[in-house]
Every structure is written in C-alpha cells, then in structure tokens.
C-alpha cells in the first residue's frame, strides 16, 4: 500500500493552515474528499461513540483500527487517524498498526484517564515511534489546558518543545480559544494544531499562524444534532425535511 506521508506533511503551513473536518466512517469520508479537501482526519470520540464505546480508549484497539481502516480504504487522500494515547501499545507496535492499514499520519495524546503523562516518557515514545516509521506524520497532542494543569501555558510550550525535538511534525494543544495564547504557542512552537470549536473561525485562526485547523467531533455531534431534531419533528407529526 502506497501512503503519501510527504503530502499530509507539507499541507501543514502556518498561515495557510491544513483544514480538516474529522470524520469517522467511509460515507462521510468519501463526501469530505468530493468536497476538496486534500487530507483526511479521523476523531477518536465519534469513532467511539459510533462503535458505543466511551471515549478515552474506552474502545477495543482492534475496533478502532477497523474503522479506521475503512476510513482509508474509502479514499485517496492521505488520512491521519486519531489514535488516542496509544492504546498500550509499544511505539513499534503502534507504528506496525498504523502501518498496516495505511494511515499517513496520527494524532498521539499526553494524557490518559485526565491525568497527563510524564513529558520526558511521552517525549521518548514520540522519539521511538519516530525512529519506527520515519515517514510517519507525528500531531502531538497537548492536554495541559483540558486537563487543567497550573500553568498551562508554560507547560504546554514546553511540552511541545520537548515533542518537536523528539520528532513530531506539529503540536496540537487542545481545548484553547484564547488568541494570545494561540500566538504564543504559535510564535514559541511554530507548527501548530488548534481544535475550531463553535463560534471560532478558521479565517481568524489562519490569521494567527495556526498551520492546522481540526474540529475533532463537532462534525459527529452536528449530525447527531440533525438526526435528533429530524427525530423529533416527525415524532410530533411535523414535516422532518429541513
């Protein structure tokens, strides 16, 4: 299988950042593509959900991976698939799985069960993953600010330092509205990924420098809102087509 690793990596520009509507199964990873886009995300917690499983590795690995898979399989893009902490698994291991059902990339978080990981340990594993699959695109997930740690900023920068010198392609500290403290991650880290939540534009984030947009699973709870409403309507005898 022919992964296009250098394709997903170069979209990632400051400025002119890499936008992606994460999804989680084929059809609506066939209709982001026929949309334009030139990469393709998918979002662990819609993953989960859809599978009914909690979020937080709350799914089988093996389930996940399936899903994911189908993602690929459906498309000709490059798809970087969110891959949660890591599942457990060794940096090796993690790198054969992605490896084996073609992602060209991932999303690798430092937290597990709201807590984050040692930096330093996160820091290696980034570094062995790297060393397993060169071509790998590395996203390292942030969880200072979702975890509420003191200093959140300064903690993030640094941990985002540690992980672009241990490999990673960019830094993605999440859950962040502020935009000084976009700014600064931006200014300080330089690649970075900021998660567009309602009432954020993307206009405005590429304004800041961001070189990644994504939406995580605002695109599944959007449909999920549209199933209910559609849901209601027609339980009320109201005509369900919007």
Known sequence: ?????????????????????????????KAVEEAGYPALATASAAISAMLGYPDGEGA??????????????????????????????????????LREIGAAGLNLEDSRDHALLDAEAQAAYIAALRAAD?????????????????????????????????GADCVYPIAVRDEGIIEALVKELGVVNVLCLPGMSVKRLAGLGAARVSFGSG??????????????????GEEPWP
């Open 60 to 97: 089988p690995p093996g389930e996940m991976f399936a899903a994911a898979a189908r993602v690929i399989e459906a498309v000709s893009v490059p798809v970087t698939v969110d891959a949660e902490a890591g599942y457990g698994l060794e940096p090796a291991a993690l790198a054969a799985r």
């Open 1 to 29: 299988m022919s992964v296009d690793y250098e394709r997903l990596r170069e979209l990632h520009r400051p400025g002119d950042p890499l936008v992606l509507p994460n999804v989680w199964d084929a059809g609506g990873a």
């Open 134 to 166: 060169p071509g790998l695109v590395i996203n390292a997930r942030v969880d200072t600010f979702v975890t509420g740690a003191p200093e959140a900023l300064p903690e993030a920068l640094a941990r985002g330092r540690r992980y672009l010198e241990a």
């Open 219 to 236: 695109l599944y709870r959007l449909a999920l809102e549209t199933v209910r409403t559609f849901a209601t309507r027609l339980k009320e």
